[in-house]
């Protein structure tokens, strides 16, 4: 089955900008999703088709995907960012199936 | 307004069985595929199974196939995730997540917030 592997953490002073990557075997040639989940709360879809942004959410919030790594970046990294976040693809090469990343946890300095 | 509300959970014996439940309301509920994702105690998430629309594509995390059966019912906007042979590692909080699909790709636009099952003796 396929894998994706995220950092388990990664810290940013407030105002600069956050780099998650999520790394998986020619991850480049998937579309992959990102999603934010803050404590004691469901999961929100922050990123999907590698980039684009879902309504209402700011274009601080950006994802590129190319070899075999995915990032999501957020510029200006404000307190509220904080959060856990995971990267996701839809392995549908034998059979439909979801695959998360182990999640990485975004500090705020 | 989107809306996904679980219900069910509970704590249950190793060897047990429970339903849990997903009520959607504020779209066509029968135009979207469905999905159960999991999240056991301070751990990620895991996707556990998917149903489509219609109900003719279902499949599931190797880790609960055969023991676990996803259904839905379109007329009452409902999806439900029955559980057997519950083991210890089946502890959870279980959210349903809409299924947005765009060439295949199934993207979980929507959440509910989830229901805890808890496998304890």
């Known amino acids: 089955s396929y894998v994706l592997t995220q950092p388990p953490s990664v810290s940013v002073a407030p105002g600069k900008t956050a780099r998650i990557t999520c790394g998986g075997n020619?991850?480049?040639?998937?579309?992959v999703h990102w999603y934010q989940q803050k404590p004691g709360q469901a999961p929100v879809l922050v990123i999907y088709y590698d980039s684009d942004r879902p309504s209402g959410l700011p274009e601080r919030f950006s994802g590129s995907n190319s070899g075999n790594t995915a990032t999501l970046t957020i510029s200006r990294v404000e307190a509220g960012d904080e959060a856990d976040y995971y990267c996701?693809?839809?392995?549908?090469?034998?059979?439909?199936?979801?695959?998360f990343g182990g999640g990485t946890k975004l500090t705020v300095l | 307004e989107v809306q996904l509300v679980e219900s069910g959970g509970g704590l249950v014996q190793p060897g047990g069985s429970l339903r849990v439940s997903c009520a959607a309301s504020?779209?066509?509920?029968?135009?979207?595929?469905m999905n159960w994702v999991r999240q056991a105690p301070g751990k990620g998430l895991e996707w556990v199974s998917y149903?489509?629309?219609?109900?003719?594509?279902?499949d599931y995390a190797d880790s609960v196939k055969g023991r676990f059966t996803i259904s839905r019912d379109n007329a009452k906007n409902s999806l439900y995730l029955q559980m057997n042979s519950l083991r210890d590692e089946d502890t959870a909080v279980y959210y349903c997540?809409?299924?947005?699909?765009?060439?295949?790709?199934?993207?979980?636009?929507?959440w509910g917030q989830g229901t805890l099952v808890t496998v304890s003796s």
């Open positions: 997540a809409r299924g947005l699909t765009i060439y295949g790709v199934v993207i979980f636009d929507y």
């Open positions: 504020g779209f066509t509920f029968s135009s979207y595929s």
């Open positions: 020619n991850i480049g040639s998937k579309s």
């Open positions: 996701q693809v839809w392995d549908s090469s034998s059979d439909h199936r979801g695959v």
């Open positions: 149903i489509s629309s219609s109900s003719s594509t279902i």
